[in-house]
């Protein structure tokens, strides 16, 4: 935890001209929307979306003054999505702080969610660019299919890697995608700059969520900021035990799905499971995996010439695999 602080606190001045766009655009005349967005916005949130796009516009020579305003439309999504999310799985922590919805209840969540949502096509409106806005449409409706594979495959046990690798890069990856992609054409870059800063971007978030869906079973929820073992009391089967089930013998299977389809599952069957995770090779493949996104979206990088920006992308980068929340 204190090394991820570490690494991240170099990035404070854009942290803080970020949250100051983020507090500042948030302006409504409704007072329940004001107290929910300042409540899931402005506190432990890791950022990494608007700090990528703001790095693209920097990488990619932006000359105009609102990137960190602009920057501010990838966090209002992401935020929107997670608003989403706990409604659906019924989640109680998020940032370390009590969920929107077990504070204010579902209504006003899914409602704060539709307004963050409208918030920032509201904002990518201002950028007056086609492009720029057809890549948030198509990451818009990406990401909601993504949530309904994600329903639909809710306690499958028999879910394949394949399935769980479109849903991942459907929640996440393209949203992270388009941050980087976004920043270079508010630039007016030219369209193979786009594609390779898209890519990089993908490989990425690709890589950020396999390392987010193991911390769910290695890492403590004083430092992931929500329960550890959260996937599994959701019924959602996530690599680390797409990859464990193999190693359990068949019966065994059964009756562990029985239980947590049926919510019948006690505190003794997730640490079962997650100790299993834990002992079973599992965390150094999917390590391994994410290494290999990560290298992949290094490579996109390689036709930029050498500066701090790109310094600073290839460090994030590489934190990817090393972060402990």
């Known amino acids: 935890m204190d090394s991820d602080r570490i690494f991240l606190d170099q990035f404070n001045d854009h942290f803080e001209k970020i949250n100051d766009e983020l507090d500042r655009t948030l302006s409504t005349h409704v007072p329940l929307i004001e107290s929910i967005g300042s409540h899931s916005l402005l506190g432990e949130g890791k950022r990494l979306r608007p700090l990528l796009f703001v790095l693209a516009c920097r990488l990619c020579g932006y000359q105009g003054k609102d990137a960190y305003r602009f920057s501010t439309i990838f966090e209002y999504i992401h935020t929107a999505s997670l608003l989403h999310d706990d409604v659906?799985?019924?989640?109680?922590?998020?940032?370390?702080?009590?969920?929107?919805?077990h504070v204010w209840g579902n209504s006003a969540a899914v409602l704060s969610g539709d307004f963050l949502y409208s918030k920032s096509f509201s904002?990518?409106?201002?950028?007056?660019?086609?492009e720029f806005l057809k890549v948030l449409t198509d990451t818009t409706t990406k990401m909601a299919e993504g949530q309904v594979l994600e329903l639909v495959?809710?306690?499958?046990?028999?879910?394949?890697?394949?399935?769980?690798?479109?849903i991942i890069r459907s929640k996440t990856a393209v949203l992270i995608s388009a941050a980087c992609a976004c920043g270079a054409i508010i630039?007016?870059?030219e369209k193979r700059t786009v594609d390779q800063l898209a890519q990089f971007g993908f490989n990425?978030?690709?890589?950020?969520?396999?390392m987010d869906d193991l911390l769910d079973y290695t890492s403590s929820q004083n430092a992931f900021g929500k329960p550890v073992g959260k996937d599994l009391k959701e019924g959602k089967i996530t690599l680390p035990l797409i990859y464990t089930?193999?190693?359990?013998?068949?019966?065994?299977?059964?009756?562990?799905?029985?239980?947590?389809?049926?919510?019948?599952?006690?505190e003794e069957d997730y640490r079962r499971l997650i100790n299993l995770v834990r002992n079973n090779g599992v965390v150094d493949r999917i390590r391994s995996e994410a290494q290999v996104y990560v290298d992949e979206a290094a490579r996109f990088?390689?036709?930029?010439?050498?500066?701090?920006?790109k310094g600073n992308l290839m460090d994030l980068n590489s934190y990817i695999v090393k972060r402990s929340f």
């Not at 495959?153 to 479109?166: A, L, P, Q, V």
Request: aromatic share 6%; hydrophobic share 35%; charged share 30%.
């Open 187 to 189: 630039s007016g870059a």
């Open 301 to 309: 990088l390689d036709p930029f010439p050498t500066c701090s920006v």
């Open 123 to 130: 904002l990518a409106v201002d950028c007056k660019n086609l």
């Open 245 to 266: 089930l193999p190693s359990i013998e068949e019966a065994e299977i059964e009756r562990l799905e029985d239980l947590f389809k049926n919510q019948r599952a006690d």
């Open 153 to 166: 495959h809710t306690h499958n046990w028999n879910i394949s890697k394949d399935e769980y690798m479109e």
């Open 88 to 101: 659906i799985d019924n989640g109680h922590i998020r940032r370390k702080k009590p969920s929107v919805n």
């Open 204 to 210: 990425c978030g690709v890589a950020f969520q396999l």
